[in-house]
Structure formats: C-alpha cells, structure tokens
C-alpha cells in the first residue's frame, strides 16, 4: 500500500512540474533596463537615448599647444581630475586637478583647459 501511494505522489509531483511550466513558456525575460537600477539604468537610458558615453570616460588625445591653444576638456563640474600620459611608452599617468576657467600645464609641456558640458540628466 505504501509502495502505491508514494508512486502516486511521485507521478503526481511530475505532472505539476510539467504543467507549470507549459504555463509559463509563452513569457519572454524582460529586457534589462527593467531590470536595472539607480546609475546602471540611467546609463542604460542613456545609451539607448544615443549618448554612448554617458559618464564621460573616453580619452582625449592632447594637442601640441601652447597656452594660447591648450587641450580642451569637457566636465559637468567646476573641477575635474586629469590624468596624462606624457611619454607614449610610459607607465605611469600624472594626474593633476583642473579647475573651470583656468589653463594648467602637465610636467611634460601640454597645457590643459577644462570647458563647460551638458550633465547626463
């Protein structure tokens, strides 16, 4: 009698499985911005929106100026730390602080100059 009832509640226990999940196969997984929260979903936002860097991280290559000419760099904020690689195979990068409106030079020569940019949001 045992032997039948557990062999019941096991072929029973299958059938439930099997049922709930031909239910559930017609559903896709949602994209990933549902998903995603707080800065990962406005990043994601962002990009979709066509803006594919979002953050701002990409390097800027210096120009061979002077004062008079200097590397423009876009920042949301009054100041901005700057990293520059002076020597093509150097490493290590000096970093140096550049604060809005003001020109500043790196030890290797290159003069730097911070400009104004849209936030993210």
């Known amino acids: 009698m045992a032997a039948i009832l557990a062999r019941t509640l096991a072929q029973q226990a299958r059938r439930g499985v099997q049922v709930s ?3 559930y196969s017609q559903k896709m997984m949602p994209d990933s911005v549902e998903h ?3 800065l990962e ?3 994601l936002l962002a990009i979709q929106a066509g803006n594919e860097n979002p953050f701002d991280m990409r390097v800027y290559k210096r120009v061979a100026g002077g004062p008079d000419t200097p590397t423009v760099i876009p920042s949301f904020y009054e100041r901005r730390l700057v990293g520059c690689v002076c020597e093509e195979d150097a ?3 000096n970093f140096m602080w550049l604060d809005q409106g003001e020109k500043k030079r790196c030890e290797c020569g290159y003069w730097f100059q911070l400009a ?3 936030p993210m949001v």
């Open 41 to 43: 979903k406005q990043e």
């Open 91 to 93: 490493t290590c990068i």
């Open 116 to 118: 104004e940019a849209k």
């Open 36 to 38: 995603a929260t707080g």
């Open 21 to 23: 999940t031909a239910r």
